[in-house]
């Protein structure tokens, strides 16, 4: 049952949250793709940021569910508190021995872990306290701030530095790990929604209830929907750097790509509800998906850094409507009780597409190198548009189109 109103945390925890998520999105947006760089610095190959970025999917597949339910017992609160301390050890790990590729991948791990239980806290929050009607406009503002973050990670690899296609690595650790250090002390601040007594008196119920909401009907496409983009976004952080060391560009305009990406997606999230209910949520999980597609393959093109710039605009704009999407799909589906279990299987899905993706991509790279892996990663959002006819228009679930 939902609780009341008065029941539910205010607007000052709102706000709170919401700095939470850039926090998030900035500790995360800025160190993937250093890390990258420093692999690359190293002297290792293009599978290494493969392999590197399955390191940042694989803890958490593993832990998802059980953070899942972990919130719904416990509430938000002690999970963000949990993510919070793995990025302050991703950051500190990064400025101790980050010289090293075991340095690296460790790290890149906690970095996970840290994505993990933040993301899962945030999103049950955000599902628990959506009032009903208004899941896209809720979705749309929550996913703002992220991309907010998301664009202004990036800006971290202008920091100054003495290599010229590189960004100062530890200059960026230093700023992450008190970036790291302020969301701990939010996160202690940020009150946990209220639970049912339902969530309390089933301790064990966590598989019977994922088990149950995998065969709902609209949830497997919601999830592979989701974790195909989300999949993608992940290519696009650790192969851009490579896609911009073959062309000869400059970490400026790389931080440009990803800025201009971020930017993108908060203007569509902007106007999420209004497109939703001009054209329907399904209309527009589908057309976005095909754009976030084309977008991708067309980076194989030699063309000038401006037109890559436009591209990553397009991929912005798209992709950034489907995640959001995505999330209220899943809340229609999902009883309130059990969303942080919700939540947590959106995550797994993610997180399966971030490992297999990633790592089949890391085995193609070495016959075109960025191109090659940009191409098939676009085919794979053409498979997302797809499944996205399995989404509801309304507030009601739906099936696929007839």
Known sequence: ????????????????????????????????????????????????????????????????????????????????????????????????????????????????????????????????DAAAGRLDFVFGVYTFATSGGQMLGPALLLLPSTEAHSPAFTTIAWATLGIALVGLLISLAIPSTARSDATTDEPTAMWPVASRLLRTKGVVPALVTSSLVLSSLDIVLAYLPLLARERGLSPAWLTALLVTRGIATMASRLTLGRMTTAFGRRRVLVVAGAVAAVSLIALVLPVPAVVLVGCMAFYGLAAGTVQPLTMSWMTLVTPRPDRGVAASLRLVGNRAGQTGIPLAVAGISALGGASVVFAATGATLLVSARLSRWAPDGDDPGGPAR
């Open 1 to 128: 049952m939902t609780p009341p109103l008065s029941h539910r945390p205010g607007g000052v925890a709102l706000g709170l949250l919401l700095v939470h998520a850039v926090g998030v999105q900035i500790v995360s947006y800025a160190l993937r793709p250093a890390i990258s760089y420093a692999i690359l610095d190293l002297g290792h190959g293009p599978a290494w940021l493969g392999v590197a970025t399955a390191a940042f999917a694989v803890p958490p597949l593993l832990l998802a569910v059980p953070a899942g339910r972990f919130v719904d017992r416990v509430g938000e609160r002690m999970s963000m508190v949990l993510g919070a301390l793995a990025f302050v050890g991703a950051a500190a790990v990064l400025v101790s021995v980050g010289a090293t590729l075991g340095g690296l991948l460790a790290a890149t791990v906690l970095l996970g872990l840290g994505v993990l239980f933040s993301v899962v806290a945030e999103q049950a929050w955000v599902m628990r």
